[in-house]
């Protein structure tokens, strides 16, 4: 969509950004001395190597796509102390920029070329020090950057705009900006000069290649839904008839963030009793009950990518046949769905698998009705760097696609709720659990809580 809002800044940018400019670039700056190099590895958000052949394989598989223009893509910005959160190094790094760099910096701009001689360009903020007494050291326009991100033409920020305008003249082709609406992007571009005639999307070519995950991000992904394999078990353990909601909430972070999570990938929803169907309940502050069951719906973020999971249990560690029954027919829902996980099946057909089967096998466990009138959400979308990943849902599978499977019933009348949520990775000829890790079945789980200690 090209909106009247993005042919403004076309004109803005064409008013100001003379290519002679481009002379004034200025080139990497001198390395910092010794004792700074020492500490560079430590660099905020700089401590994970970048995996730079991946990110450079998907640099490349996008201008391939585009075939000639320019790509220009923005960092994140850090949030400010008093006007925008509580503490100014909150930092999470833009997607789009992330899944082209990996890197955890601010205020960064990457620049792309498509056509015959593909180019990429990383621009970085100058280094401030008397900030970074503050901050800690942040990466900036020199040869340490070249090393860390495989990017071998690093420029400062302010030669952006001259470098843009030589790269559109050069290209000859469209400006592909992300116009993502959930970012401030749109003030930083209006604030940029450009002289583009002819801007687009990159959003769907980027989402649409974010849809199959390469090596590099299944090992996040794993990494993720193992630790919060680790936090759901947490979360089991620590429950008990009188706890609190947010007492289990505190165990299952407090083991996220022991077993090395980065946050939390959403919310984390820890609902007892009635609570248990509200689907995205996420307060967490109801005193739970002997025969209440629980559903914990959480996953960590690990590597800028999060996992999605959700176990149900009851709270005394023991379920009620009634409990039993219902968790036994949204367990086997989730199994026919997963057994027929394959490559070239629809996230839709899965759909109507999952409920051909609860409607099947219903018997009278929900009443009149069949159960599947209470399974009142979908049964699977797209997971990567957000939790609801981008993606066209239409798309067939194939291998390297990573989505949920999270049949529920809902019986409100009852107080009764069960969800179970697990992450799927879609190989050559089936698929994979990737969160098997938490227990799932109930003589799993009650095998587990009858051996959790009397006290937390
Ligand atoms: N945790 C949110 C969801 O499952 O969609
Ligand atoms: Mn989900
Ligand atoms: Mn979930």
Redesign the pocket.
Known sequence: MRSLLLAAFVVVRAAAAPASLVAQTRPAAVPPPLGVWTAVAELPGMGRSVDTARVAARRRALLARIGRGVVLIPAAHERELERDYVQDNDFRQNNTFFYFTELETQDAWLLLRAGDAPEAVLFLPDRAPAQERWTGLRLGPDSTAVRLSGISRVLPTDSLDPVLALALARARGPLYLPLDPTTRDEQRFRDIVFSARDVRNVRPTVDSMRLVKDGDEIARLRKATDISGLGHIAAMQAARPGAWEYEIEAALEAAFRRNGADRVGYPSIVGSGPNTTTLHYDVNRRQTRDGDLVVVDAGAEWGQYTA?VTRTFPVNGKFTSRQKAIYDLVLATQQAAFDSTRPGVTIAQLNRIARDYMRGHSGTLCGAESCDGYFIHGLS?WLGMD?HDVGDYGTPLKPGMVF?I?PGIYLPAEGLGVRI?DDVLVTANGAEWLSARAPKTTVEIERLMSSRPSRP
């Open positions: 999605d979308h939790v949920t999270e949520e």
